[in-house]
């Protein structure tokens, strides 16, 4: 079954980075886009960044560009999210996330404060 894990996540002040990770299985990873999600309490779960299947190409939200990249490691099933320059903004819990035909599969999340 398909299965995704976050790790990275924790506590950081404004100005630091992190990286997260996600392990991936269950799917033949390089085959499917893969994206990471954030939520923030009391609001709703926003799309933060996007990957195609082989990493050529990306995507981000304009709140986070310049700031966070991601990237995919096909031989390992893995899509990080180096996050720089944090702010407290970017409190959230971060969530990897792929769609597989008719299906939406989410990994349990890892949350990233930001604070001094």
């Known amino acids: 079954q398909v299965q995704l894990v976050e790790s990275g996540g924790g506590l950081v002040q404004p100005g630091g980075s992190l990286r997260l990770s996600c392990a991936a299985s269950g799917f033949t990873f390089g085959s499917f886009a893969m994206s990471w999600y954030r939520q923030a309490p009391g609001k709703e779960r926003e799309l933060v960044a996007l990957?195609?299947?082989?990493?050529?190409?990306?995507n981000y939200a304009a709140s986070v560009k310049g700031r966070f990249t991601i990237s995919r490691d096909n031989a390992k099933n893995t899509v990080y999210l180096q996050m720089n320059s944090l702010k407290p903004e970017d409190t959230a819990v971060y969530y990897c996330?792929?769609?597989?035909?008719?299906?939406?599969?989410w990994g349990q999340g890892t949350q990233v404060t930001v604070s001094s």
């Open positions: 990957i195609g299947s082989t990493g050529s190409s990306t």
């Open positions: 996330r792929v769609a597989i035909v008719l299906r939406t599969y």
